[in-house]
DNA sequence: GAACTTACTTACTAGTTAGTAAGTAAAATA
DNA sequence: TATTTTACTTACTAACTAGTAAGTAAGTTC
């Protein structure tokens, strides 16, 4: 197979079955995972409905297929030097720029955020990975908490697992608020996780 | 129309009306706007689809009807004097039960978390009523906020406002993640709230 | 150059979706 | 008692859903 970029780089062109997964993924983070349909896709990509199946024969799989390529991301961005390199407080406010992308990009939800709500419609696999996702991403961040209190570069009261959780439940719904509000409160929101954590 | 009911009083034997936007409303709770239809909601009550477009002529109406009631619920309860007589910390209080009891009713997601992420694919209506309960309920957890801290019954730094929106969207967000794990999130994280809201 | 593989399209199925129109039986009203 | 209203059911439509099977054209491998 023929291809016009170069291997193991970012392709300049994605082949069809990456620009199905890209698309899928912006569908589901706009619209939810039980609002967007192959023939949307379809449509967006001038190819029929079918040839998603070919790719992905069922939703199952490509649904999972999209939480399994964040998982992936989530890895790879957490262990990335420039990440690794960071003083816990730093890393914190990477986290936060993350969110900010999502906000920026018009998408202003997070996988999580996305698929919370339609969680139990949702195939097992799916669920599954969502899961890890989670736990994952909760327990990196309740590292750097531990990190941060200990040199004094963050601040909070009572256990590093807790604090992550709700730091992280509040990020969710942040940019959730965003999307049935505007930019406000979720600026509002990240101003005041910063006011508490980060001594002055 | 004969009722065996007693006027103006909650209804014993609820009219297929009320029986229609209860399922849906706990529908909608539990799998979201777009994964559950008007067969859903005539298989379980025994009667037919065309049914419930006499009551409710079309989706539209009834997401919109089940938001607008949820809206007069929020109202009256804000205004009950057991609320309204409440010391601040103990209206917080009574705030955090009324999500305790979405858990326990296995519900496990406020109107807001269930809608927030389906937002873009609601109808107009639907939409500005989520916006007006989310803005009304911010606001009264504001002033409560707000008397709280003069009495010193509840500690924040920032405004009220902003711990508002960000208090709320904690809390929707905790439901959200108990519905993705268990139980332990939420209590960990209204825990980690309690903490830091009511002074020792 | 023959055989095989990849990446689709065309054509289809069976089921579900919201929504409509017409009919009906019982209850309320006049 | 006659008329109207309420609360449905039956029967239908048009559109959409995920998914399948068969065909095809181009590229790859032997």
Redesign the interface.
């Known amino acids: 197979m023929a291809s016009i970029n170069a291997p193991n780089a970012p392709a300049l062109v994605p082949d069809t079955r990456t620009r199905i997964l890209d698309l899928a993924e912006s569908l589901l983070l706009?619209?939810?995972f039980?609002?967007f349909s192959y023939q949307h896709i379809a449509r967006e990509l001038n190819i029929k409905p079918a040839a998603i199946h070919y790719h992905y024969p069922s939703k199952d799989d490509l649904g999972t297929a999209i939480v399994s390529r964040q998982l992936r991301r989530l890895r790879k961005w957490r262990d990335l030097p420039r990440v690794t390199d960071l003083r816990p407080n730093q890393q914190l406010e990477a986290l936060f720029a993350v969110y900010d992308t999502h906000l920026k990009q018009n998408i202003r939800?997070c996988l999580?955020?996305?698929?919370?709500?339609?969680?139990?419609?949702l195939p097992a696999p799916m669920?599954q990975e969502?899961?890890t996702f989670?736990?994952e991403l909760t327990e990196w961040v309740a590292e750097v908490l531990a990190a941060g209190r200990a040199t004094q570069t963050i601040r909070f009261?009572?256990s590093p697992?807790?604090?992550s959780?709700?730091l992280?439940?509040?990020l969710?719904?942040?940019l959730?608020?965003a999307?049935?509000?505007d930019e406000t409160?979720f600026q509002?929101?990240v101003?005041?996780?910063r006011?508490?954590l980060f001594p002055a």
Do not use: W
């Open positions: 706009a619209r939810g039980n609002a939800v999580f955020g996305a698929l919370a709500a339609d969680f139990q419609t669920q969502l899961r989670n736990r009261v009572g697992a807790a604090k959780a709700q992280l439940t509040t969710a719904g942040a959730q608020a999307r049935v509000h409160p509002l929101i101003g005041q996780l006011l508490e």
